[in-house]
């Protein structure tokens, strides 16, 4: 598996899919959801979301990307913080083994993942980085090999480093 963290904007990313983090209605909002729709062409995301209707906590929902240069995008919906004791780590590991699942079921290789709940839904961003690069590492696929971990941020892009590093993945 190839990891590379990259700073800047996820809806610019030349990949199979890239991941978003929606909230439980498929709506649409702030933050890397607003920008996905915004690049993606909002009516017609939203046209696709509203026929799929909505997606649990920890589950994931797959759009084509539309206007996007991304073939799919993964809707993840991660968890609200709420100071870590009410099952978030288990919901936001989730997100990250169901969006790889999803990607390898149709057979795509290069998937770029948002640091999930790291915004608005406030979860600490050391621990996002430290689950999301164990599920990355963990998870079997057949077909998926390339991951991009798109920081909005210099010091998430360290984060993600830091982590990587401390697994001994070659490059880190
Ligand atoms: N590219 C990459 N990363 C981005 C981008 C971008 N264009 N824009 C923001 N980020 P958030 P959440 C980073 O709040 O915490 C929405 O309203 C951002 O810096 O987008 O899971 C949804 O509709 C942060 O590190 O997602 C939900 O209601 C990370 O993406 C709710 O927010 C995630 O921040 C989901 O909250």
Redesign the pocket.
């Known amino acids: 598996m190839e990891i590379e963290v990259h700073q800047?904007?996820?809806?610019t990313l030349e990949v199979d899919a890239v991941v978003n983090?929606?909230?439980s209605q498929l709506?649409?909002?702030?933050?890397?959801?607003?920008?996905i729709h915004r690049a993606a062409g909002f009516e017609q995301l939203q046209a696709a979301c509203r026929a799929i209707g909505g997606c649990p906590t920890g589950e994931v929902r797959v759009t084509p990307g539309f206007d996007l240069p991304a073939k799919y995008i993964i809707h993840a919906v991660?968890p609200v913080w709420r100071g870590g004791d009410k099952g978030e780590e288990k919901l936001l590991r989730a997100c990250y083994r169901n969006a790889l699942e999803a990607a390898d079921a149709r057979q795509l290789c290069s998937v770029a993942f948002?640091?999930?709940?790291?915004?608005?839904?406030?979860?600490p961003l050391s621990e996002a980085c430290e689950c999301a690069v164990d599920e990355v590492l963990k998870t079997d696929c057949d077909y998926v090999e390339k991951i991009v971990f798109?920081?909005?941020?210099v010091d998430?892009a360290e984060c993600y480093r830091r982590q990587l590093g401390n697994r001994a993945v070659p490059g880190f």
Request: proline content about 3%; some cysteine; overall charge negative.
């Open positions: 800047g904007d996820i809806t983090a929606a909230n709506a649409g909002g702030g933050g890397v959801d607003g920008a991660g948002p640091a999930i709940s790291c915004g608005v839904y406030g979860y798109c920081c909005f941020s998430m």
